[in-house]
C-alpha cells in the first residue's frame, strides 16, 4: 500500500461577547440663580439680560434649551407679566463654554398698570439631549 496521509479534521466553536460602546455625552448648563430687575420704570420698557452657560464634550448630537415665551411676577394676589427672549437654543459641538443669551423684559405700560409691591417669580428652564442616528 502506497503510504498516503490521512485526513482528519476537527471542528472547534469559537465565541466572543463585544460589548455595544454608547458614548454618553457630558454636558453642565449653568442657569443664573436670579435676575434682579431694580425698580421698574413707568416711562420705557425694562429689561434685564442673562447669560446661561454651557460646557459639553463627547456630545455626539443636539443639547437643547428652552425657556418660556412668557411668565408673571407677583407680589401677593398681584401679578405683573413678563417676557423671556431665551426661546430654544442648541448646541451641536463640544464646548468648554458656550454663552447663550436671553432677556427678560416688562413693558412700561404693564407697570403703570400693576399695584405698588416687591414682584418676584420664576421661570423654568427645560434641557435636553438628542443623540445623532
Known amino acids: 500500500l502506497p503510504d498516503t496521509p490521512s485526513e482528519n479534521t476537527q471542528n472547534m466553536e469559537i465565541s466572543a461577547d463585544v460589548e455595544e460602546q454608547i458614548s454618553e455625552p457630558s454636558y ?35 443639547l437643547s434649551v428652552t425657556a418660556p415665551e412668557t411668565g408673571n411676577l407677583n407680589s401677593d394676589k398681584n401679578a405683573l407679566a413678563f417676557a423671556n427672549s431665551f426661546g430654544t437654543k442648541n448646541v451641536t459641538a463640544d464646548t468648554e463654554g458656550t454663552e447663550l443669551t436671553g432677556e427678560i423684559r416688562v413693558t412700561a405700560a404693564n407697570v403703570k398698570a400693576a399695584a405698588a409691591g416687591n414682584y418676584t417669580g420664576t421661570t423654568t428652564f427645560a434641557i435636553s439631549y438628542a443623540a445623532n442616528k
Open 28 to 62: 453642565t448648563v449653568t442657569v443664573p440663580a436670579s435676575v434682579a430687575m431694580g425698580t421698574l420704570s413707568t416711562e420705557e420698557d425694562n429689561t434685564q439680560a442673562y447669560k446661561v452657560l454651557v460646557k459639553a464634550s463627547d456630545l455626539d448630537g443636539t
